[in-house]
């Protein structure tokens, strides 16, 4: 580029130099080859000119960047399978407790979060913005996953580690499983198999608050609240939050329903 502007300014001296000599004779053959001349120079600057500014003239501004289509977490969780292998029940919606154990053909998709616990792929984008807008209740800190996904094997150990400790106690070995049961559940029947849930904690209690007033927002329900206990056998868990869909939380968060309610209804209407 600073060539052919050197080209140009050039040319424009060598013109302004032939007119400085007035109205001197110049035999008609030198005018001949100085038109020539002039023209070879003139015509592949207006073409480059015609390159350039063409477009921009045309449309009376400088040309925009095309548009990025940009898909949002609702066209996402549009374009996923919404029913789960026994092809009956959306994925979102899938209901494992004491009664309804983990499905045994399900296979998770996962996806590591920052931290490395893991989750159900499809969840991903909605929890990062539940993390991301839960600073506003965290004292400006992201919230941290400090659960996700379980393999069998983990449940198991977390499981067997509450029944040890209830025994430590002095409870027999039926009541130290049922107390257990009250905070972990037995492998094949935590929702953390599937993915969908988290634990979360945070630098104050007040993020809980927060969670429980916004997290339907992004999709996510206060899983196990104390007045629920007798319908989902869970103590009250202020961390657990699973995802259930935006639609779904919405109606649960208005209308103070468990998953086990939400989806009894559900099910009673269809």
């Not at 502007?5 to 110049?26: E, I, L, N």
């Not at 005018?31 to 009376?60: K, M, N, Q, T």
């Not at 996953?145 to 029944?163: H, I």
Request: hydrophobic share 35%; aromatic share 10%; proline share 6%.
């Amino acid at each position: 580029m600073m060539t052919e502007d050197r080209t140009v300014r050039s040319r424009t001296a060598q013109r302004r130099s032939r007119c400085k000599g007035g109205s001197r004779y110049v035999p008609e053959c030198t005018l001949d080859v100085l038109c020539v001349v002039f023209l070879a120079a003139v015509f592949p600057l207006i073409g480059a000119a015609l390159v350039v500014w063409g477009p921009w003239e045309r449309s009376g501004a400088a040309p925009e960047a095309p548009d990025i289509p940009v898909t949002t977490v609702q066209q996402v969780q549009d374009q996923e399978p919404q029913e789960d292998g026994d092809g009956g029940t959306p994925w979102n919606l899938l209901l494992v407790n004491r009664q309804n154990p983990i499905p045994a053909d399900l296979e998770p998709h996962l996806t590591e979060l920052p931290g490395g616990e893991q989750v159900d792929a499809r969840i991903y984008e909605p929890l990062m913005e539940l993390l991301e807008a839960a600073r506003e209740g965290n004292q400006g800190h992201l919230p941290e996953v400090v659960s996700g996904y379980r393999t069998w094997e983990k449940q198991q150990s977390l499981y067997d580690a509450k029944v040890e400790k209830y025994r430590g106690q002095g409870y027999s070995e039926e009541e130290a499983r049922a107390l257990a049961e009250e905070w972990a559940a037995p492998p094949g029947y935590s929702e953390h198999q599937a993915g969908l849930a988290v634990d979360l904690s945070g630098v104050v209690y007040d993020l809980y608050f927060w969670l429980q007033e916004n997290s339907w927002r992004y999709g996510f329900v206060f899983r196990y609240p104390g007045d629920k206990s007798g319908i989902t056998g869970i103590a009250e868990e202020v961390w657990h939050y699973r995802y259930v869909g935006v639609e779904a939380a919405e109606v649960m968060f208005e209308r103070g329903l468990c998953l086990e309610e939400y989806v009894g209804e559900a099910e009673g209407e269809a």
